[in-house]
């Protein structure tokens, strides 16, 4: 028995069919990206609310969302989360911020401030370096620690300056004296000045090499003060470069004739 084979579908329906199809996939894929440009432009997902958190010192959140608002661009959907965290990141004390969206039209941003641990550079200058030795510019007057010492270096050394100065306060404990400046010239050459203004020669090296000389002089200082009846606060000035010793000047200590103080030499 002869069964009827199914007349096969001619070329041209195919291809109508097919260009009927692609046509309506094109206008729906318009119709939707119509849709969306929509939805992302309407009023109703502007951004409409901040939400600033962290332990904030010297910024208020209020100010922050007045300042920061007018800057960023675009609506919840279209807003660049890395420019506005560059944005945040710009105002003074912002050391780190993370920005994200919160439907649907606010953002949630969470700041973290410098914690400042000593100035940086020249006295003219309104430098500071945070806990985590990063150079930073700030309203000097809105600090919250007084007696903070101030560090002088190359580019870059802030760090490497802020853990030098970490470890001279408990070696200059003993002495009941503080450390006011520290310097580390282009050479690689520290000089530090302490609270009661005398200047100190450290020479360079290594950290290690320098805080030797530091402990040496800690340890052998009074031995040269007593003999003087002097303490460490008539200290002027000293030099640690010595590989022997070093040289150091007392406040009223005269030698002969001479009107300057004496300049007084210790040994190992």
Excluded at 22 to 44: D, E, K, N, S, Y
Excluded at 89 to 106: C, D, I, L, S, T
Excluded at 121 to 149: C, H, I, M, Q, Y
Excluded at 216 to 239: G, N
């Amino acid at each position: 028995m002869n069964r009827s084979q199914p007349s096969a579908v001619p070329f041209d329906v195919r291809l109508m069919n097919i260009t009927a199809t692609v046509l309506f996939m094109g206008c729906l894929a318009l119709l939707v990206a119509a849709l969306g440009w929509w939805l992302m432009r309407t009023p109703a997902f502007n951004i409409g609310r901040i939400v600033v958190e962290g332990e904030l010192q010297h910024n208020n959140a209020v100010t922050l969302r007045a300042n920061v608002a007018p800057v960023l661009k675009g609506n919840f959907f279209t807003v660049n989360l890395k420019s506005a965290k560059e944005t945040f990141e710009q105002v003074p004390w912002v050391r780190e911020a993370q920005v994200r969206r919160e439907y649907p039209n606010g953002l949630r941003v969470i700041l973290k401030e410098h914690t400042a641990e000593a100035f940086w550079g020249p006295e003219t200058g309104s430098g500071l370096v945070d806990n985590a030795g990063e150079v930073f510019e700030a309203n000097l007057g809105e600090l919250d620690r007084e007696g903070l010492p101030r560090l002088q270096g190359p580019e870059g050394s802030a760090p490497r300056m802020l853990k030098m100065y970490r470890q001279m306060v408990p070696a200059l404990k003993p002495l009941d004296v503080s450390v006011d400046g520290l310097v580390l010239n282009a050479r690689g050459s520290w000089q530090m000045t302490l609270d009661n203004g005398a200047a100190l020669e450290l020479g360079g090296g290594t950290h290690e090499d320098v805080m030797q000389r530091v402990q040496r002089f800690v340890r052998t200082l009074p031995q040269i003060t007593s003999q003087y009846r002097r303490t460490a606060e008539a200290l002027e000035s000293a030099d640690l470069r010595y590989e022997e010793g070093y040289a150091l000047r007392l406040k009223g200590v005269t030698t002969g004739s001479s009107p300057a103080a004496a300049a007084a030499r210790a040994r190992r």
